[in-house]
Each structure stands twice: as structure tokens, then as C-alpha cells.
């Protein structure tokens, strides 16, 4: 510490983000592995519950969003070719497309002049012929995330690092993304709302009493994936668009290296969120919406999706992940946390509720209270009458 360490003896990763830092003239660089000593149990939760403050408080986070490992490096190598719009990755495409096809005008009259707009079917992102989407040119019309299918985006400790983040440089496969709080820019011009990680929505949509949650009064409440409840035309709200429930549906999908891991990898998050709530968090459950946050099941596969008002059009679900439980105690069975694999919440209906939590706790392993907890502890009551 006192000589310093030769940059050529560092992992690629670390070699080209000191390059991007001292193309941006600052100081000092975070990293992990490096900062917090990896093999001391008493440094590693000391500083583990100090992520909030790290990357809240960070001028840039560094992304290398391809990247294997960390000798993989920040600059992937852009093949001739293997570009390919987002545009036509919103549609499904993995590969170029050819703008072919009947072409379509559209003829906007103003006093100075007249413009004219050239569309092509092949081009148009965000809608499908039963779910449509207002579009803007140069934007977006459907929620699609182009950093979703990157290395990075499927491991778990990324996923806090991300939300935490005022701001963030993506380094993907073929080009830059630039993520703040308001949106994500790409290196070749498309601009996409910024509702997939956001801190600020997160919190807003955690502040909403439970009547803006759910589903409406007097709507039936099933767990059937082919419920309207779940259909486009009823889609819950609340703490789903950006919220809580959202967030932990994408960050039970991802990989951690220590399972272990599962809840000190949103500690961060979690601590921030408690901090401007008040609300108490209980291995991954937060006691002001305890029954909305007891609602989940496991979901191995892509649902059907509703299409018409009669049914569902059958089609096989896309296998997602397995689901394994393990063998160390790691949170009681009533969080989401206690088992590994993709889950799903389901919406509930509160004017049809019937249960009240009467008392919830859980004990810390250690000193995080927002990390591994040792024990849990939940009592129910069950009316015959919903509450409300």
C-alpha cells in the first residue's frame, strides 16, 4: 500500500477503467476486489454495508457490461458486422435487417415548411399487432432494456450497483450506453426512459399506500398465470412498473458465485430504501407491505401471455431457470430469498384480502441488519372477512 501496485500486474478490466478515469481527469477509483479484503470476514461486512454510500456517492460507475471476468476488459472487440440496432433487437431480431417492404409517408404540415417521415415495417420498434405502443421518433414506444441481455446484467451483485448508481457508462458488445436517473442514451442515438433500475422510482413507488397497489376492488384474485388479472388489460400497478416486485422478479433470474450472497447482494439497496421509508426490512420483506411481499411463486418458464378477451393462444414458455434450494439456512421460507431461481409475485386484491400480519421478525447473522439473517419468525391471522 505504501509502494503502490503496477498497473501491468492488474487484471485487464482494471487496466482500461484507470484509463477511462484519467481520460476524465479524476482522482480516485473503486474497485471492489480491490478495496474491500476479500478474505477477511470482518473487513468484507463492514465494507459490504457500506455500498449504498459508495455508489450513491459516485461521480461515474464504470460498467464493463460484456465482460466475462475481469481479464475480459472494458473494450470489447467490435467485429465488422456484428452490429445490430436496437431497434431490431426490440422486434426480436438478433441478427440486420433489411429495411424492405412497403414503405409508408407521413406527411406533417407546419406554416414554414412541410416534412415528410419514411417508415418501414421492419424498422417500427415497440408495438405488435395485440399489444400496441404509442412510439416516438427517436425513442422507445415499448419498455425494452439494452443492457438486459449482456454478461453483466446476469449476475447479482451488479444488479444494486446499477440502481445505486446516478450514473452509469455501459461498455456492451457493440456500442456505449450512458444510464442516469431520467434515461439511457446509446452510442447511435436512441434514447430509452429510464424505468428499468431507478432509485428515485423505486422509492416513490415504495411511498404509495396500499390502495395504489394491486389490483381494483372487487376484482377475483387467482393464481393462474391465464388470469385476466395478469392479462394487458388489467396490468397491476403500485410496486410493479420499477418497483420493488419488479426488481426482485429480475434479480431472483440472476447468478451468484456464493449463494450465500443472495441477501448481502441488495443490502445496499435495501438500506437506502429503509433510510427514506422508515420501513422495516425482513430478509427481503418490508413489514408495511408484508402481504404483497408473502404473494410469490416460482416460475421456470415464460407465461402465456393473454391475447384475445376469450383465452390464451398456447405457446411453449421459454425455459427461465431452475429452482434449488440450499442446503445453509439463509432466510426463512416465507421470503422469496429462501430458495434460488426465478420467481414471480402475484397481484393481489385488497378489498378482497383476508389476512393480517400480526407479528414478523427476523435475527441478524451478524451486524447488517439489512444483510444474512440466522433465524425468522412470522404469525398470521386469517378472518373470514376481507379487511376492507
Known sequence: METGIAISFLPKTFQEAIKIVKKLGIKYLWIDCLCIIQDDPADWESEAAKMAEVYRNAYLTIAAAN????????????????YVSPATRSMGYSVPRNLGGNEVVLRLHSPEQNHQIHLFKEWLPGSSFYDLQRTEI????????????????????????????????????????YECETQISSEDGWIFPGTFFSMNLLLQTQLRGAAAHGLP???????????????????????????????????????????????????????????????????????????????????????????????????????????????EYRAPTWSWAYLDGPIKFIPLSYSNLVVRVMNATTTPAGLDPYSRVSDGHLDLLVMSSPLI
Not at 67 to 81: A, H, K, L, T, V
Request: proline residues 7%; contains cysteine.
Open 138 to 177: 427517436g425513442s422507445f414506444g415499448r419498455n425494452y432494456d439494452p443492457i438486459a441481455n449482456e454478461a453483466l446484467s446476469s449476475r447479482g451483485w451488479t444488479l444494486q450497483e446499477r440502481l445505486l448508481a446516478p450514473r452509469t457508462i455501459h461498455y456492451a458488445a457493440d456500442q456505449m450506453f
Open 217 to 327: 376492488r372487487n376484482t377475483s384474485l387467482s393464481l393462474s398465470p391465464g388470469h385476466p388479472a395478469n392479462s394487458v388489460t388489467r396490468k397491476p400497478h403500485g410496486r410493479w412498473a420499477g418497483g420493488w416486485l419488479s426488481m426482485i422478479e429480475n434479480y431472483s433470474r440472476r447468478l451468484l458465485t456464493n449463494p450465500n450472497d443472495k441477501l448481502p447482494a441488495l443490502a445496499g439497496v435495501a438500506k437506502a430504501m429503509a433510510e427514506e421509508t422508515n420501513d422495516c426490512y425482513l430478509a427481503g420483506v418490508w413489514l408495511e407491505h408484508m402481504p404483497e411481499d408473502l404473494c410469490w411463486r416460482v416460475s421456470t418458464h415464460e407465461e402465456p401471455v393473454p391475447i384475445t378477451m376469450d383465452g390464451l393462444r398456447p405457446r411453449k414458455g421459454i425455459h427461465i431457470g431452475d429452482v434449488r434450494r440450499v442446503d
Open 67 to 82: 465482460s466475462q471476468d475481469s481479464y475480459s476488459g472494458c473494450f470489447p472487440n467490435r467485429e465488422n458486422g456484428s
